[in-house]
Every structure is written in C-alpha cells, then in structure tokens.
C-alpha cells in the first residue's frame, strides 16, 4: 500500500536526519574540545613561564643575599680574630686571674 510505504520513507528521512544531527553535534563537541585542549594548554605553557621567571628571580636574588651574607660573616670572622689578637695579652690576664694564677 503506497500509505505505508509513504510512512516507511518519513520514518526513514527522519532517522537520517537524527542521525545526520548526532554526526553535526559530535563534530561540534570535538572541535570545541579541541579548542578547549588548546587554550587550556596554552595556558599551562604560560603559567609554567611565568613559575620559571619568578624562580630564576628568586633565585638570583637568594645567591646575591647568600653572597652578601657570607661576606658579612668573613668579616665579623676576621674582626673577631683581630681584636682576639690585640687583646690577647688581656685576656690572658684576666683568665689567670679568674682563676686565681695572679702572683
């Protein structure tokens, strides 16, 4: 009967069109996932440059301060020394005094 058959070709263009949809939307979710993968990824690659940058900062000064601090310490070091030896005769004194050499 030509009703039927009429019927079976609408069901048919209507599951071709679904079909065609899915395919449509699909298409549509992988390109945007796609864009999604790359922005976020370029975003990544710039949060890691900006990491990098701020660690190579960081670091130049902490090896600058660590310089400075360990000038500072040679120094203290040599005017302990120093005045070790210009008082040393003193502190001699004083010591054996303390304890009870003073004759």
Same mark, same amino acid.
């Given at each position: 009967?030509?009703?039927?058959?009429?019927v079976?070709?609408?069901?048919?263009?209507?599951?071709? /069109?679904?079909?065609?949809?899915?395919? =449509?939307?699909?298409?549509?979710?992988?390109? /945007?996932?796609?864009?999604?993968?790359?922005?976020?990824?370029?975003?990544?690659?710039?949060?890691?440059?900006?990491? @990098?940058?701020?660690?190579?900062?960081l670091?130049?000064e902490?090896?600058e301060?660590?310089s400075?601090?360990?000038?500072?310490?040679?120094?203290?070091?040599? @005017?302990?020394?120093?005045?070790?030896?210009?008082?040393?005769?003193?502190?001699?004194? /004083?010591?054996? =005094?303390?304890?009870?050499?003073?004759?």
């Open positions: 009967m030509p009703i039927f058959k009429w079976e070709e609408i069901e048919e263009i209507y599951e071709n /069109l679904i079909e065609n949809a899915k395919k =449509e939307s699909l298409d549509d979710i992988e390109k /945007l996932k796609a864009s999604i993968e790359k922005d976020v990824e370029k975003k990544n690659h710039h949060n890691q440059e900006i990491i @990098n940058s701020a660690l190579a900062t670091s130049k902490v090896n301060k660590s400075k601090f360990g000038e500072s310490i040679s120094k203290l070091c040599s @005017n302990i020394e120093k005045n070790f030896y210009e008082n040393k005769e003193e502190l001699m004194i /004083l010591i054996f =005094e303390k304890l009870g050499f003073d004759f």
